[in-house]
């Protein structure tokens, strides 16, 4: 039977070569139709790609961390009628093969002449739900990703699902049950071993940007702004309007403060592409919004923000930002930003140093707030108070616009009814 070969796809954009990120499948697994073979990342997202048919896994092609050109063989699979075939191979395709079935005893030698007796048929384990022949237990991706958030060791998690499969609550349970671990001997007993973390996927491609990024001349302009007007409408509009339009953070009043300068900076929402010396202006804002998922940080965008009022510009952050941390972020969530917002939320300490999320020229750090004596009136007074720390391409943005761009900002946050004014 003729092996059907699966390509590694053309996700289109003209890459021409992906990262190998992760197998789901090992050589020697039963696969049904459409189960996860393995998971691939462009610059752009991770894509998973889904068997086109059942059968049996009889090859595999890379490693993680591996580069595979598009077009080129991922895997080969052997139809469903294969399966015996293949699996009285399957050991010596992958050495660390493993079976959950009980070994079944060698039965003595026949004396000379006899026939041989038949092996006894193999036992099912009761210890354990039958998993695939590698020893790697069976989970869906969303699973697997839910497990490495958990610390969870799969492995460990009985499976409740069909055919041995981890389900969600499996980890959610085993998770809550190993809260209850007793405390270690002493405070002060010495910890050895070290852990040596592969650098791929999403991880290396941070890496990748951060290096080629940081050969761009930043500069950054630090500014303190009062939000204390700010900070009272916003939870004046929490109150009256949290439980039919949602909750407001910062973040959508600061999308609107650089939708409102932005006409009057075209040159910080651009982008640079330094290779042929242009700066295109748009006229669009697309702010990408820096989250912290699981696998690293992602950037997905919140597309034409100046069409979109608070409560609109929330609930895209909102969607983004769980689809980022579930591995659910699509291509076109994580691209096409013209201006980027960092945030570190209450752990945004005083003053930060962003890196710009190039091509882009511009990058907006928003600090914590905290409570501050101010002078009004010849009196001491608290006031709430945030520093905005933005980075800047000095090559294309000269700091005196920075600075009237930052003053902008600050401008409207400050009188945040401007924010209303056409």
Wanted: glycine residues 8%; charged residues 20%; contains cysteine.
């Amino acid at each position: 039977m003729t092996d059907r070969v699966v390509k590694v796809p053309d996700i289109g954009e003209g890459i021409a070569e992906v990262e190998l990120v992760e197998w789901h499948v090992a050589v020697g697994d039963t696969i049904v139709a459409d189960q996860v073979l393995a998971d691939l990342m462009t610059d752009k997202a991770t894509v998973e790609v889904p068997a086109p048919v059942a059968g049996v896994v009889t090859a595999r092609n890379g490693n993680p961390g591996d580069k595979l050109a598009v077009g080129s063989e991922l895997v080969r699979i052997a139809g469903e009628g294969a399966a015996a075939a293949v699996a009285s191979t399957a050991s010596g395709a992958d050495a660390d093969a493993a079976t959950v079935r009980a070994p079944a005893k060698a039965a003595p030698p026949a004396p000379a002449g006899a026939a041989a007796p038949p092996a006894p048929a193999p036992v099912e384990s009761a210890a354990a739900p039958v998993a695939p022949a590698t020893g790697k237990p069976l989970a869906s991706p969303s699973v697997r990703r839910q497990a490495r958030e958990l610390a969870v060791d799969l492995a460990r998690v009985p499976a409740t699902g069909p055919g041995g499969r981890v389900l969600h609550e499996d980890v959610v349970r085993f998770a809550a049950g190993a809260l209850v671990s007793p405390a270690p001997a002493s405070r002060y007993a010495p910890r050895t071993g070290e852990t040596e973390v592969p650098v791929i996927g999403l991880r290396r491609q941070i890496a990748q940007r951060m290096a080629e990024t940081l050969r761009i001349p930043h500069f950054t302009y630090v500014e303190e702004v009062d939000v204390t007007e700010l900070e009272a409408l916003r939870a004046r509009l929490n109150a009256e309007r949290a439980r039919s339009r949602g909750r407001l953070t910062l973040l959508p009043f600061l999308m609107r403060a650089i939708v409102l300068a932005a006409p009057s900076f075209p040159q910080i929402n651009a982008r640079y592409d330094d290779a042929a010396g242009v700066v295109t202006r748009f006229a669009a804002v697309h702010i990408g919004i820096a989250t912290q998922s699981g696998s690293g940080l992602m950037v997905p965008v919140v597309r034409h923000a100046e069409a979109r009022d608070l409560w609109g510009s929330a609930a895209e952050v909102a969607r983004l930002a769980e689809a980022a941390r579930g591995g659910r972020a699509t291509r076109e969530d994580l691209s096409g930003s013209t201006i980027t917002i960092t945030s570190l939320g209450p752990r945004g300490g005083i003053v930060t140093t962003p890196i710009i999320n190039a091509p882009e020229v511009a990058i907006v750090g928003v600090n914590r707030i905290v409570e501050r004596p101010a002078i009004r009136g010849g009196m001491v007074v608290p006031r709430l108070s945030m520093n905005l720390s933005s980075s800047f391409d000095h090559r294309v943005v000269d700091g005196h616009d920075a600075a009237e761009f930052v003053q902008a900002l600050r401008g409207y946050l400050e009188c945040p009814a401007l924010l209303f004014v056409d």
